[in-house]
């Protein structure tokens, strides 16, 4: 489907450790900076228990989840929006992206870090720095030519101008997009211009694996990410490398001597996958139970869609239970005799959860 959530950040913090251990794929991860050239795209199923809390009542052939694509970005440095490093292609590769996950370096440690030394606050101002100056650019080329049309009473662009002329003097401050408060109307004025601060944005404090408690450095991210209404998901990507290696018998042996009882990743996944504004519905038939991804504020048809575009032209209702009826009444047919399947029709918004069942004519 390609939604994509891109990892960025410094070189060396941890991108290419923690995008190999969620894709399992081999590509270098090595203490040498820049040695992610291209991107990397990686399909990553998304955990989620339900799936086989649901397949435990069902008994259905194959359980499928659904996935987020990662994209591996190489590191940003300052100067990038100059074209310094790898400069500018970078920023194309962040561009195509639809959020962005960006990996901070919480752990100390002698790998070596581009700036001499550890100090996330102002890894993050760097990174910051590089995309407000490359969507300031984007932003001043659109309002000259904007400015430039107005004077022709162009429609969209005496309609553009004002919201490029906020852009620019909250990016000239150094600002972030997304902060300066835009409505969806003027977000939509702005959106051929794939400004890389006005995607969401989450942070991944990577940590070393005693590193989640009585760290400040991770204190002083999670200071900085409140202010932003940022979330911060804190993980050791070494450790999670190391696991991802393992097979599953060993990984639940390892995993149970720390005291945990899933991978980190899977949190930074689900949190890529609710930054990334996806919700999941359920069907669940003998042959399959599955996971399907929607946009929040999905209708029925449009939900119906993401499993065959027939399925939403000819979408006639949606016999719908939630998953916690589906639990408790263990299954359709139960939840049904207790009055709790509900027939929606087209203006129905999917709810995250729901088990449903398409009825449409074609
Ligand atoms: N939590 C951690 N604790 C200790 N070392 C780590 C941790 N995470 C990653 N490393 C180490 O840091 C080094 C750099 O990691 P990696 O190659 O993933 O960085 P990167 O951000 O992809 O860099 P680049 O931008 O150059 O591609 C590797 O040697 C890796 O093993
Ligand atoms: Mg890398």
């Not at 069902?58 to 440095?77: C, R, Y």
């Not at 992206?97 to 070596?112: L, Q, S, T």
């Amino acid at each position: 489907m390609g939604i994509k959530c891109g990892i960025v950040g410094l070189p060396n913090v941890g991108k290419s450790t923690l995008f190999n251990a969620l894709t399992k794929a081999g590509i270098a991860a090595a203490n040498f900076p820049f040695c992610t050239i291209e991107p990397n795209v990686g399909v990553v199923p998304v955990p989620d228990p339900r799936l086989n809390a649901l397949a435990a009542i069902v008994n259905p052939q194959k359980v499928i989840p659904t996935a987020v694509e990662f994209v591996d970005i190489a590191g940003l440095v300052a100067g990038a929006s100059k074209g310094e490093g790898l400069g500018n292609k970078f920023l194309a590769h962040i561009r195509e992206v639809d959020a962005i996950a960006h990996v901070v370096r919480c752990f100390e440690g002698d790998v070596i870090h581009v700036a001499g030394k550890v100090d996330p606050i102002a890894d993050i101002e760097t990174i910051d720095t590089e995309l407000a100056l490359a969507d300031l650019e984007s932003v001043d080329k659109a309002l000259n030519r904007a400015e430039r049309a107005a004077k022709a009473n162009d429609k969209e662009a005496l309609a553009k101008k004002p919201v490029l002329q906020k852009l620019a003097a909250g990016l000239n401050e150094g600002k972030s997009a997304r902060s300066l408060g835009l409505d969806e109307e003027e977000k939509a004025l702005v959106r051929d211009l794939f400004l890389l601060t006005l995607k969401p944005l989450m942070y991944i404090a990577n940590v070393a694996d005693d590193g989640f408690e009585n760290n400040p450095l991770l204190d002083a991210v999670r200071e900085r990410a409140a202010g932003e209404g940022a979330e911060v998901v804190p993980v050791c990507a070494a450790i999670e490398e190391e696991l991802a290696q393992l097979d599953e018998a060993d990984r639940d042996e390892f995993l149970k001597d720390m005291g945990l009882d899933e991978p980190g990743l899977n949190r930074v996944i689900r949190a890529g996958y609710k930054l990334l504004d996806l919700q999941t519905y359920f069907t669940a038939g003998v042959k399959e139970v599955r996971a399907w991804q929607v946009k929040r504020g999905a209708t029925g048809p449009q939900a119906a869609g993401v499993i065959h575009s027939d399925f939403e032209k000819g979408f006639i209702r949606a016999e719908t239970v939630s998953y916690d009826d589906f639990i408790q009444y263990k299954g359709e047919a139960g939840a049904a005799a207790a009055g709790r399947l509900r027939k929606e029709g087209k203006d129905y918004i999917v709810k995250d959860g729901d088990v449903l069942h398409f009825l449409f004519n074609v």
